[in-house]
């Protein structure tokens, strides 16, 4: 450099402008930096707390083979929305275990009256199609286990179906 100027890389040395200039980025790249860590410890926290403070995680149930049915027996309603029809129906319950079917057969109110419930709160569009019959087997099944505990409960088996 022969025309007589210094060059430096010290903000001190180029005065106070520079100085700050040199100030401001550093603390962009640490606030960065704080944004980015804070910002990985929070998704670690999001992501791991269910499992380290024991919070339920919902898992799939897996189909358990059924290995006895219990029959409830005919259960006859009046359809929803149509005069003078009716739908009968023959139920039974599957469990795994052969044991299992006296928890079901305490809860034989209850289920009735939750077959009830549900059958006479069904469409008769939904009732004739096979499609609707499975939709209605498993909610039979999913309000068994939630409302009932009914957690045994394996499957649902329509034995008779007959809408007149």
Partial sequence: MSDGTLATTDPAALGPAAEATG??????????????????????????????LGAPVKHERVEVPVKATVPLGPVVVNLKGEARRYLRVGVSLGVADPKDGKEVEEHRAQLSDLLISVLAATEVDVLASDEGKTKLKQELLTRMREQLLLDKVGRVYFTEFVIQ
């Fill in 23 to 52: 100030h401001k980025s550093s603390r962009l790249v640490l606030l960065a930096i704080g944004v980015l860590v804070l910002g990985g410890l929070g998704t670690g926290a999001w992501l791991l707390a269910p499992k380290f």
